[in-house]
């Protein structure tokens, strides 16, 4: 009799151990994200992945591989004559909203753990990697505005004011 119950402990020990395993996986998945970082350049809006392809995820571009915790690390890499608020060019945020000068506003939200580039239909699928709005010359990223606690927002009076803009789903020196 005493064997028996060695082994019904033995195994609801390792049966915790599985849950509670599985259990920090998950916990570990949603502190930070695994999506590549993307930029966003000036000229023509172009949103290219460091990674992976863009896919059509119903209504929005998303990311191929990876997960979004569902906050974005995002650093501004300015030109000339950029303005941020209060002098920040790193920011963090649940929603990254990019406005181009024509009056087109794309949003980086997330969605059913992977981020939704919205709307759909104002960008182009270019490259696998590379989604496109304007046309070089004809206009510019105009602001980037990251909502949050941290949140930052810059403008951007010509196209010189803007290198790129960095979106990372988690913590990376590359968005720092």
């Known amino acids: 009799m005493r064997q028996n119950n060695v082994s019904v402990q033995f195994v609801v020990v390792v ?55 569902g906050t974005y690390f995002v650093k501004v890499v300015g030109g000339t004559g ?31 753990g992977r981020t ?17 709005h304007g046309a070089a010359g004809t206009g510019h990223i105009s602001e980037v505005k990251v909502n949050g606690p941290a949140g930052v927002t810059c403008s951007f009076p010509t196209t010189a004011a803007l290198s790129e803009i960095r979106i990372c789903s988690a913590p990376n020196t590359f968005c720092q």
Do not use: H
């Open 15 to 69: 049966a915790l151990l599985v849950v509670l395993a599985g259990i920090g996986v998950v916990v570990t998945a949603r502190q930070g994200g695994t999506e590549p970082p993307i930029r966003v350049r000036n000229g023509s809006m172009d949103v290219t992945l460091d990674s992976g392809t863009w896919v059509d995820n119903g209504d929005a571009w998303s990311p191929s591989t990876g997960v979004t915790a």
């Open 82 to 112: 950029f303005t941020c608020d209060a002098n920040r060019t790193v920011g963090s945020g649940n929603v990254v909203s990019i406005s181009y000068s024509d009056g087109v506003t794309i949003r980086f939200t997330p969605a059913s």
């Open 116 to 132: 939704g580039v919205r709307p759909k239909s104002d960008l182009t699928r270019a490259t696998p990697a590379l989604l496109k």
